[in-house]
């Protein structure tokens, strides 16, 4: 399998005495190893998207289908982190059950130098910076071995300087160890820096999909093609 597969899912919530339908018969194809970005109107379900790929919550009908073993991680704007302790035992504390004290320790040695926070590594959660919070959530799920990340919109409270640097950032770690990353933003240049697949919620009928890997990087957003595709993408959200 090289991919995960939403197949006919049906999602609604209870609202008084009506129903909110959320998806219905939604077919999704997710490709591994790639970041899939989810944009749309506000309310057409991009975060419910999110806690049914991660488990948190079931749909109706439907199923969703994942390679065996893969274990999923939620980042949000406001990361769970550990506040008493330090950035280094925050990342091996999430190591997974059944490693060596020796293995623990190389691990988060190893994430956290992938996520540039070596040098706060004694630092506890409450001396960082909101941006160099993102980075240990990220590095507390890659040394969880979550082969799938789901992000919830995890840069929104930061600054635009802060959010550029940890765009490239996440696009240097996701060349140095390729997870399948499903992405919400509610920027579209976001989006389409980010994206090797954008995926269009319309909140009813068939959700669509743009694909973006043929954009090549280093994306300038000043370009006619970026603009072109940013266009495409919103056009494709107004529908």
């Given at each position: 399998?090289?991919?995960?597969?939403?197949?006919?899912?049906?999602?609604?919530?209870?609202?008084?005495?009506?129903?909110?339908?959320?998806?219905?018969?939604?077919?999704?194809?997710?490709?591994?190893?790639?970041?899939?970005?989810?944009?749309?109107?506000?309310?057409?379900?991009?975060?419910?998207?999110?806690?049914?790929?991660?488990?948190?919550?079931q749909p109706q009908?439907?199923?969703?289908?994942?390679?065996?073993?893969?274990?999923?991680?939620?980042?949000?704007?406001?990361?769970?982190?550990?506040?008493?302790?330090?950035?280094?035992?925050?990342?091996?504390?999430?190591?997974?059950?059944?490693?060596?004290?020796?293995?623990?320790?190389?691990?988060?040695?190893r994430m956290t130098?992938?996520?540039?926070?070596?040098?706060?590594?004694?630092?506890?959660?409450?001396?960082?910076?909101t941006g160099m919070?993102?980075?240990?959530?990220?590095?507390?799920?890659?040394?969880?071995?979550?082969?799938?990340?789901?992000?919830?919109?995890?840069?929104?409270?930061?600054?635009?300087?802060?959010?550029?640097?940890?765009?490239?950032?996440?696009?240097?770690?996701?060349?140095?160890?390729?997870?399948?990353?499903?992405?919400?933003?509610?920027?579209?240049?976001?989006?389409?820096?980010?994206?090797?697949?954008?995926?269009?919620?319309?909140?009813?009928?068939?959700?669509?999909?743009?694909?973006?890997?043929?954009?090549?990087?280093?994306?300038?957003?000043?370009?006619?093609?970026?603009?072109?595709?940013?266009?495409?993408?919103?056009?494709?959200?107004?529908?």
């Amino acid at each position: 399998m090289n991919e995960i597969r939403l197949n006919h899912i049906t999602k609604a919530y209870p609202i008084g005495s009506a129903v909110h339908t959320v998806f219905s018969d939604l077919d999704l194809e997710i490709p591994l190893g790639k970041i899939t970005v989810l944009v749309g109107r506000s309310g057409c379900g991009k975060s419910t998207l999110l806690r049914l790929l991660g488990g948190l919550e079931q749909p109706q009908s439907g199923s969703i289908s994942m390679p065996e073993d893969f274990h999923t991680a939620m980042l949000y704007p406001e990361p769970y982190l550990i506040s008493w302790t330090s950035v280094h035992n925050n990342v091996k504390m999430s190591t997974s059950a059944g490693l060596t004290p020796d293995q623990r320790e190389e691990i988060a040695l190893r994430m956290t130098r992938l996520v540039g926070l070596t040098e706060y590594a004694e630092l506890t959660p409450l001396q960082l910076s909101t941006g160099m919070k993102q980075r240990l959530a990220l590095a507390r799920a890659l040394a969880g071995r979550a082969e799938v990340l789901l992000m919830d919109e995890p840069f929104a409270s930061l600054d635009f300087i802060t959010r550029a640097e940890l765009q490239r950032e996440l696009l240097r770690i996701q060349r140095e160890l390729p997870r399948t990353i499903v992405f919400v933003t509610h920027q579209l240049d976001e989006a389409v820096e980010m994206a090797d697949r954008i995926v269009v919620l319309p909140g009813s009928g068939a959700a669509l999909s743009v694909a973006m890997d043929d954009l090549k990087r280093p994306r300038d957003p000043d370009s006619p093609e970026f603009l072109r595709r940013k266009q495409e993408v919103m056009a494709a959200c107004m529908r």
